[in-house]
């Protein structure tokens, strides 16, 4: 076989895997939408809104998460790349969620809440570099 076919070859077995993971990921996604808002009554009936609205935040914030997975993915097809800035959203939105649900359990200390703080400013800081300073394009 020639390198010019293996390469296309290639490319095919990568589309269709890629393809495969978004759908599941939309997939998952559309059913954690749907189980949030059937959920969302429970927010008034857990014996405590607190409880309801730690729930709450996790679906979302997961949902966010998830979503931005996709975007990934979806922007990979596109360019055949994967951007700093997104990779660092992603890694923003999961600090995020893993943060909140600390504090909602009260399991952090002020040390852990300010080392957490200081990873997520380093993160935000890191995506506005590199959306300030995006790469320069080859010219084939």
């Not at 999961?94 to 200390?109: G, N, P, V, W």
């Amino acid at each position: 076989m020639r390198q010019d076919t293996l390469l296309d070859l290639y490319r095919r077995a990568t589309r269709l895997v890629f393809n495969l993971v978004v759908l599941a990921l939309l997939v998952g996604l559309f059913a954690g939408v749907g189980r949030t808002f059937l959920e969302l009554g429970l927010t008034l009936t857990e014996p405590t809104v607190r409880l309801g609205l730690k729930d709450l935040i996790t679906n979302v914030l997961s949902l966010v998460i998830v979503l931005e997975l996709v975007r990934v993915f979806v922007e990979y097809f596109e360019f055949e790349r994967v951007r700093l800035e997104v990779l660092l959203e992603v890694g923003i939105a999961l600090a995020l969620r893993e943060l909140l649900l600390l504090l909602f359990a009260e399991r952090i200390s002020g040390t852990d809440l300010f080392l957490w703080s200081l990873g997520i400013l380093a993160m935000v800081a890191g995506r506005t570099l590199a959306v300030r300073f995006p790469p320069e394009r080859r010219r084939a």
